[in-house]
Structure formats: C-alpha cells, structure tokens
C-alpha cells in the first residue's frame, strides 16, 4: 500500500507570505523543529535567491553534521535552465529541488503573453529537469503551478514528460484554493494511475478547505497507487489565506473518522512537538495563533457552558477528540511579571550571561562568552525580536553555524 509523506513548505511558501517573513536563524530553527517532529522533507528556501546562498549552504552543513537528519532539504526554483544554473553555482551542495511551471492556460498566456504556448512549458521543464539531473540532483519534483485550473489532459502529458526524463514527483498545486475535496480526489487519483508517479498535494486555503483538500488528495493518490506527498506550512501560514496548517492536517490524518485505517503515514509524526513549533512560528512570524486553531488554540480544549464542562469533568472523550498532551500541551509555561532580562542588538556581557546562566550555558573563557554575545547581537539584528532559549541554545552550540547564517553580503 502506498503511504503519505509530509513536505513542509514554510520557509519556501510561508515566508514569501506578503507582510510577513523569518530571518535566517529563524528559517533554520523551523528545520530543526520540523526534523524533530518526524517531518519527511522541508522546502527550505530559494537557491537562486543570492541572499539565502549561506543559510542554505549552514543547513546543508547541519545536514551533514547529522544534526538535521533524517530531515531532507529540498530548494524550490523556476522550472528554467537558467535557475537550474543558477542553483548549483550558489549552492553547489544542494541535492533536492522542485521545478516550478504554471500549467494552466490562465497563467501561461496571463504571465508569458503569448511569448510561450503549452509545448513550449513541458519543453522549457523537461529541458531544466535534464539539466538539474546532469548537474547532480538526487531527487527532483516538477510543480504544476495552477493545477487545478488546467486542463487534466495537459497535466498528465506534463507529467509523463517529467517522468521520462527522471523526475521522481510531480506537485499538484491548487494555487489559487479553487480545488474542493471531491475535485481533488479524482484529479490525484487519474494522474497517480495514469502518469504512474508519486503526487505531491500542494493546497491553499481561499475557500477554507486547504486541509481537507490536503487529505482528499492524499486519499485519491494513494487509491490510485502513488505515494502522498503532502505541502504544509506552520500555523497554515502562506500567501492570501496560507496553506494547509500542518498540525491540523497531521491530526486530520490520524484522528478523523476511519482515515489512518486505510492511510498510513511513511514515518510517524510526533505530534507531542506541535506545541512547540506553532508557538515558535507564531512567535517568530509575529502573527498571534487563532483561539479556535486546531490542536493548538488557546480554546481547543476549554470547556465553559454547564454541559460541556460536566461532561469533560466526568471523561475527557465526552467532549475532547484527542487530549492536549498528545499534541505537546499541559506542561508548565514560566512568564517573567517582574524584572526582565532580554538579548538586543546592543545587549552587554553582564546581561547576556545571566540569560544564558538561566539556560545553564557555560563558557569556557570569557572570549568565548564575548564570541557568542557577538553573534545575538548580530541574530537581534536580523530578527528584531528578543531570541528565544532554543535559538540562544542553538547559537551556543553551533557558532559556525550561527555566523554563517548571520552573513549576508550585498554583490556589488
Ligand atoms: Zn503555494
């Protein structure tokens, strides 16, 4: 039986989110949150991007160093050769790429004008996936940008092309969040069975059915014999009305009626890391979590009229479809009321080292202290916002890393 994967893409779709964004330490700590939680694959950012070149290349060092692991990294460019080019000149390490190419007839002659017509698209992606496959990538998936507003026909064609010249996925994407769960379904299943590839699922929420349109997919790809590949991004954050939200579809997966009974997951998802990495993309996006947000909503699990409370009191699974310690909650959460300590651009030593005696960081010298204040300095100024323990944790034990992520040097 096939199974479902899940490819995260915040800091690909998320982040280029109008009005909002993540710095580079920010960006890397949503991989390790991701990597911790069970996640198959993270789109990581834009290779051809020159202002990501370090931050890719320090993640493709972490991966190596075995800190992210099993986590795979994975750019997203235009299905171009020049990108292809591009993407390998900048971040000669990267191994995993998704080749993106509107598909339907509303954004090849919206955007191209005419310059392009239909065969020109599968010439110009089949031409980049030779070209990323001679330049060393290990796994490549195309992405039909508008899927859902293009014709099936021409989808499979553009699929079976992919699939001729190596590519190992292709990406439907409902870009616009046009797509219901019964159009999904079959649209998945005719190109599972007939392109014969994995189908990755990329939706969005414009009519508020990103996530059920996520596992409507899944369902039809896998009845049609393919893996699942499913998008998501943290706290469903992503451009208009964002993504599917990632928490909310891994409980989709493993708590609605009668699903994982038939629709496993390739590698299991902790869900008791939920807690954490919404709040931390809430914290770092600066975008409060909904109260009514699955999982992780302040109200997910209050209970005020007379009924409700009764009948949680007397058994949780009255009113309660899963409990708030399977998704990370009910452990303490400490909030300074008096005086307060925070890491700034222009912190000094004594501050900085009651900050990091709290997080039981020692130093083995006071350069070293020096060195690492350093680097908060410079993360507060990519970030503007007081760092969490787990970033000034992350800098302590990787200031390679750190500096790496830090450096950002205009062309001339
Ligand atoms: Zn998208």
Same mark, same amino acid.
Request: a negative charge; glycine letters at 10%; proline letters at 4%.
């Given at each position: ?22 710095s ?47 986590? +795979? ?12 080019? +591009? ?241 990370? +909650? ?14 700034g651009e ?15 960081? +020692? ?17 507060n100024v990519a970030s503007q916002m007081p ?26």
């Amino acid at each position: 039986m096939a199974k479902i994967y899940f490819i995260d893409v915040t800091n690909r779709d998320g982040v280029q989110t109008a009005r909002l964004g993540l710095s580079k330490l920010q960006k890397t700590m949503i991989n390790m949150y991701l990597n911790e939680m069970g996640i198959f694959q993270s789109e990581f950012g834009f290779p051809t991007t020159r202002h990501e070149s370090f931050y890719l290349e320090a993640n493709l060092e972490l991966a190596e160093m075995g800190v992210l692991q099993p986590i +795979r990294l994975g750019g997203w460019i235009r299905a171009t050769v020049d990108d292809v080019e +591009r993407a390998f000149r900048l971040v000669p390490g990267i191994k995993h790429l998704n080749l993106s190419a509107p598909t339907s007839d509303q954004m090849i002659q919206g955007k191209f004008q005419g310059a392009k017509n239909s065969e020109d698209i599968i010439s110009m992606m089949t031409d980049a996936v030779d070209k990323a496959r001679a330049c060393g990538a290990e796994s490549i998936g195309v992405n039909a940008e508008d899927a859902s507003r293009t014709e099936i026909d021409f989808l499979v064609g553009f699929g079976l092309a992919a699939r001729e010249h190596g590519a190992q996925r292709l990406r439907y994407c409902d870009t616009l969040g046009y797509d219901n769960p019964f159009t999904i379904y079959e649209s998945a299943r005719a190109l599972a069975e007939t392109i014969g590839m994995p189908i990755e699922i990329h939706c969005h929420g414009d009519l508020g059915m990103a996530v059920a349109n996520s596992l409507a997919g899944a369902k039809g790809t896998i009845d049609g014999g393919q893996d699942a590949y499913i998008n998501t991004t943290v706290n469903g954050i992503g451009e208009r009305a964002g993504n599917a939200d990632l928490v909310a579809t891994v409980l989709a997966i493993a708590k609605s009626k009668e699903f994982a009974e038939r629709y496993e997951l390739e590698m299991p998802v902790d869900l008791t890391k939920a807690w954490k990495i919404s709040k931390y993309a809430s914290y770092a996006f600066g975008v409060p979590i909904p109260i009514n947000q699955p999982g992780v909503g302040a109200n997910v699990f209050a209970h005020g009229s007379g009924i409700h409370a009764d009948g949680v009191l007397k058994d949780p699974s009255n009113y309660e479809l899963y409990s708030f310690d399977e998704v990370g +909650r009910g452990g303490p959460e400490i909030v300074d009321t008096g005086s307060l300590i925070c890491s700034g651009e222009y912190s000094g030593i004594s501050g900085f080292r009651h900050l990091m005696g709290r997080i039981a960081v +020692r130093f083995k010298d006071p350069g070293q202290a020096e060195k690492i204040l350093e680097l908060v300095g410079y993360a507060n100024v990519a970030s503007q916002m007081p760092l969490v323990e787990d970033e000034l944790l992350f800098i302590a034990r990787y200031p390679g890393i750190a500096r790496k992520l830090l450096t950002l040097i205009p062309p001339e």
